[in-house]
Every structure is written in C-alpha cells, then in structure tokens.
C-alpha cells in the first residue's frame, strides 16, 4: 500500500481558507491518502522558520516533497516559505495577478481580508444568533424561544459538541494539527 502524501496548510490567519480551498482540491483524488498538517498564524519570521524546518525534515524524512497550500499575505514571510522544499500552491499569487488585471485594480494585500468583519450588520447579526444560542443551550432557558429560526432537540452526546467550543475552535489562535 502506498504511503500517504504528506500535505501541509500554511496561513497568517486561521489556516480555514487554506484548509477548505485545499481540501476542496485534494477531494478531487479521492483514491489517494494524505496526511494533514496545519500551520495558523505564521505571522512572523520565526514562526516562518519554523514551519519551514519542519517542511523541509519532513521532505527529507519521507523520500518526497510534501505540498503547500500556502495563504500568506506578507511578501517577506511569503518568500520564505517559497524556500520550503514542497510542491506550493499559493493562493494569493496564483490568484491576485489574474483578479487584479480582470478588475483592473491593485490588491490591497489586507491580512485581514477573508475573516474581517467589513458588513458590520451582518457581523452582529451572527453575533447575536450565537449569543442566543449559547443563552438557550442545553435547555438552560426557554425565554425568547418563539424569536428561534430553528430550534434543534435531541440527546446530549458530549459537552464539547457546545457551541461555544465550536465558535471558539473558529475564532481563538489553534495550534498547529495533524490528522
């Protein structure tokens, strides 16, 4: 049985963009197996560094370059990650050129781009639909339940399964993952 690729998620951010645009792709050869590492908040030279060691160990302890989806907005960390001896696919220079000329714009390269809030309406909105949700979980209330869009009953399975650990996992600096 062939060994599993090795795939790794590198971002600046959460890592999400890299791991659903990736998973997105790599679905597309679903008779292959891969192993997962993800990488967030790769922000800074050394964490840069970092990940880049490990990229190139994992290159040389596997016989194969591993592949990169890359979502760094940085030039300069950005460039150092192109060093890592992997097969990269980066999304913000396979893409931004060809949007740039098509809008005939120039990109602002925001770190924040994808996860800012920018519709602060709709920002609130999901806000207060997860403040109601965690109000209203597990039965703790019944107050204000005819406001519900939808209101989900069943069985507790386990208390991590909340929505507060889910929007946490979302939102607060993940360590780094293999799967």
Excluded: W
């Excluded at 999400?16 to 800074?44: D, H, M, S, V, W």
């Excluded at 060809?98 to 709709?122: D, P, V």
């Amino acid at each position: 049985m062939p060994q599993p690729r090795h795939i790794f998620y590198i971002s600046d951010r959460t890592g999400l963009t890299a791991e659903n645009i990736g998973e997105a792709l790599l679905n597309q050869f679903g008779n292959l197996e891969f192993k997962r590492y993800t990488y967030p908040f790769i922000n800074t030279v050394e964490k840069a560094k970092e990940v880049i060691a490990k990229v190139n160990a994992n290159a040389e302890a596997n016989g194969e370059r591993p592949i990169a989806f890359v979502s760094v907005v940085d030039d300069e960390i950005r460039n150092m990650i192109k060093t890592a001896n992997a097969y990269q696919i980066n999304f913000f220079e396979t893409f931004l050129g060809a949007l740039e000329k098509e809008l005939n714009a120039e990109a602002t390269l925001a770190a924040q781009g994808h996860h800012s809030i920018g519709n602060t309406q709709r920002y609130d909105a999901r806000m207060e639909a997860v403040n109601f949700s965690l109000n209203h979980d597990d039965g703790v209330s019944d107050k204000n339940l005819q406001e519900a869009d939808v209101i989900l009953m069943g069985y507790r399975v386990r208390a991590k399964h909340r929505p507060a650990f889910i929007l946490r996992c979302n939102t607060v600096s993940v360590p780094p993952t293999i799967r």
